[in-house]
């Protein structure tokens, strides 16, 4: 398994500003995605981020509103920008690698608030 | 899009009762994941079901995966306090643009009282 930290854990923002969050895994990994989660709530898959090139989103998610980085295969950041309250969420990253695997690894997740 | 419905949403029992949840779908999955999560952490992969019929025992949890691979279900015995949590099903798309993806059922949160 693949242990993967997330920075920050938790955070309170003010409307409009922007927030990035990292997420950092031990090892190589080949598949990296990013998800919102209400607390108690299902997760929504936001986009794969993929390493070197453009991230791929989800319907309903766009590039403008959540950058997504992945400059090597351990690491990826997720920036949320120009925050309004409806985007106060769990947001958690998580690993899989390609092949006969099916595991996927999350991440702690970050309590983003927006005030 | 494929979409997993989750029941119960809410499950809250006595120590020591049986339960179960279940997760339907209209879709085919390659494969379907049971996660367990507790607040202010990631969900934690609980077991993977592959093959149509499938089950899998984890303790006093069992796992089946339906012969079509639309549904699943996860049944606990005796269940403990320390069970308490959200639980979550996940279907793994099968290929093409849904590839490695999970669709997530909208979680059953259980409680166990002492």
């Known amino acids: 398994s693949a242990v993967i930290s997330q920075k920050p854990s938790r955070d309170i923002c003010q409307r409009g500003t922007s927030l990035t969050i990292q997420c950092q895994v031990d090892s190589q990994v080949t598949m990296m995605f990013w998800y919102r989660q209400q607390p108690g709530q299902s997760l929504t898959l936001i986009a794969t981020?993929?390493?070197?090139?453009?991230?791929?989103?989800e319907s309903g998610f766009v590039i403008d509103k959540f950058p997504i980085s992945r400059p090597n295969l351990t690491f990826s950041t997720l920036t949320v920008s120009n925050m309004s309250p409806e985007d106060s969420s769990i947001y958690l990253c998580?690993?899989?690698?390609?092949?006969?695997?099916?595991?996927?690894?999350f991440g702690p997740g970050t309590r983003l608030t927006v005030t | 899009t494929q979409l997993l419905e989750q029941s119960p949403q809410f499950l809250s029992i006595q120590e020591g009762e049986n339960l179960t949840v279940y997760c339907n779908s209209s879709s085919v999955f390659s494969s379907l994941q049971w996660y367990r999560q507790e607040p202010g952490e990631g969900p934690v992969l609980l077991v993977t079901?592959?093959?149509?019929?499938e089950v899998k025992k984890l303790k006093r949890l069992t796992f089946q995966f339906g012969d079509a691979r639309k549904d699943s279900s996860l049944h606990i015995t005796a269940a403990q306090p320390g069970d308490t949590g959200l639980y979550l099903c996940a279907g793994v798309g099968a290929g093409g643009t849904s590839y490695g993806k999970l669709t997530f059922g909208q979680g059953t949160i259980l409680t166990v009282h002492p």
């Open positions: 079901v592959v093959t149509g019929g």
């Open positions: 998580s690993v899989k690698n390609a092949g006969h695997s099916y595991e996927q690894y």
């Open positions: 981020a993929n390493q070197g090139s453009e991230a791929t989103y």
